[in-house]
């Protein structure tokens, strides 16, 4: 299970800090995902953190704004998110990698499971 936290609302050039907190699995152990729908919008991903290494990808529209991150002890993943613009209004979730699913680019949110409920996130113009 995972449990998202930290949404709220926002003025441009903001930052939050969201959280996903998990149960019954090490997050260490799989890729974790972000992704953020929009109203009427399709779940797109965001950001991941790949559990057999580390390795990060992030979308273009976040990249050097945005930040992925573990505490392996909290089992926990971070996603910092700093310069916030209005087009980044979204519910925002996290997901793990099916362990069936082959890791790939842009993420697909068919490859992830586990979804938690969501935080939302509003900027302000």
């Known amino acids: 299970q995972l449990v998202e936290s930290g949404g709220g609302l926002v003025p441009r050039g903001g930052s939050l800090r969201l959280s996903c907190v998990a149960s019954?699995?090490?997050?260490?152990?799989?890729?974790i995902g972000w992704f953020r729908q929009a109203p009427g919008k399709e779940r797109v991903g965001v950001s991941s953190s790949q559990g057999s290494d580390g390795s990060t990808y992030y979308a273009d529209s976040v990249k050097g704004r945005f930040t992925i991150s573990r505490d392996n002890a909290k089992n926990t993943v971070y996603l910092q998110m700093n310069s916030l613009k209005p087009e980044d209004t979204a519910v925002y979730y996290c997901?793990?990698?099916?362990?069936?699913?082959?890791?790939?680019?842009?993420?697909?949110?068919?490859?992830?499971?586990?979804w938690g409920q969501g935080t939302q996130v509003t900027v302000s113009s």
């Open positions: 997901a793990i990698l099916k362990p069936w699913a082959r890791f790939s680019t842009p993420l697909s949110s068919t490859d992830f499971t586990s």
């Open positions: 019954g699995f090490t997050v260490d152990d799989y890729t």
